[in-house]
């Protein structure tokens, strides 16, 4: 399962449910997975998107996209 964390953490801009339930196997490995990977202090919740979905980013590219915005 610490494999799935840190793929999933990089899937900053797609939807994590739906990744994970791409990878895993059934319902209660999906739970799992859910579980650790909403857990992981890397992981920010940016809030949901239009359609009601929950939207995340990790605190890397958060200070990726600072340091961008700074450089302007």
Known sequence: ?????????????????????RHTADAEQFSAVMVRVEACPELVALGKDGHGRGRFSTRAMIGVEQRLEDEE
């Open 1 to 21: 399962m610490v494999t799935w964390t840190g793929i999933a953490r990089r899937e900053h801009s797609r939807d994590l449910a739906r990744f994970v339930d």
